[in-house]
T-cell receptor, first 113, second 116 residues
Framework: QKEVEQNSGPLSVPEGAIASLNCTYS??????FFWYRQYSGKSPELIMS????GDKEDGRFTAQLNKASQYVSLLIRDSQPSDSATYLC?????????????FGAGTRLAVHP | GAGVSQSPSNKVTEKGKDVELRCDPI?????LYWYRQRLGQGLEFLIY????????KSGLPSDRFSAERTGESVSTLTIQRTQQEDSAVYLC??????????????FGPGTRLTVL
């Protein structure tokens, strides 16, 4: 069973701090990694994708990938209360002859003023 | 359209009734996915379409659940003889293709189903 693991949280950080969200995956063949944000009562929204080892920055968000350690993370700099949401990690896996996305259960982030 | 659309946004039904949920993917997206999300839970994969064929139906929870897709367009998820445990948000997502790269999935707003 190919799995994606995330700490369920909640991860509580003060406004302005860096929030660090972590994800591990089991399939060494995975090549595509995504972070989705899901506000309460809303559908998941894609915020970052990363395909190669290292860091990828987009505004206040940085995705980090380490394929050797099977680890992907999301850093949110200068966290704002509006960042409070559940963050889903998704990893591709070859299954049944096609690439499907395996989603983690999500980490709930709470940014307090 | 600009994004994935789903209808209805909310559906309340009585136990034992059949329901149909509709998904309209992003134009040009060949791959379409249905997920279920129970309150406070993660995403549960139901079925994947490539064009109008469904190579992966492994997530459908029972034979009460079925889905179809017309070409590379609209998909309908049907739940027959609904049960209270079917209450959840049903999410549809689409992607350009299931291959690499470009298979980011984009989600619709979901249909909230309540079975009384």
């Amino acid at each position: 069973q190919k799995e994606v693991e995330q700490n369920s949280g909640p991860l509580s950080v003060p406004e302005g701090a860096i929030a660090s969200l972590n994800c591990t995956y089991s399939d060494r063949g995975s090549q595509s990694f995504f972070w989705y944000r899901q506000y309460s009562g809303k559908s998941p929204e894609l915020i970052m994708s990363i395909y190669s080892n290292g860091d990828k920055e987009d505004g206040r968000f940085t995705a980090q990938l380490n394929k050797a350690s099977q680890y992907v993370s999301l850093l949110i700099r200068d966290s704002q209360p509006s960042d409070s949401a559940t963050y889903l990690c998704a990893v591709n896996a070859l299954s049944g002859g096609y690439n499907k996305l395996i989603f983690g259960a999500g980490t709930r982030l709470a940014v307090h003023p | 359209g600009a994004g994935v659309s789903q209808s209805p946004s909310n559906k309340v039904t009585e136990k034992g009734k059949d329901v149909e949920l509709r998904c309209d993917p992003i134009s040009g997206h060949t791959a379409l996915y249905w997920y279920r999300q129970r309150l406070g839970q993660g995403l549960e994969f139901l079925i994947y379409f490539q064009g109008n064929s469904a190579p992966d139906k492994s997530g459908l929870p029972s034979d009460r659940f079925s889905a179809e897709r017309t070409g590379e367009s609209v998909s309908t998820l049907t739940i027959q003889r609904t049960q209270q445990e079917d209450s959840a948000v049903y999410l549809c997502a689409s992607s350009l293709s299931p291959g690499l790269p470009g298979h980011e999935q984009f989600f619709g707003p979901g249909t909230r189903l309540t079975v009384l």
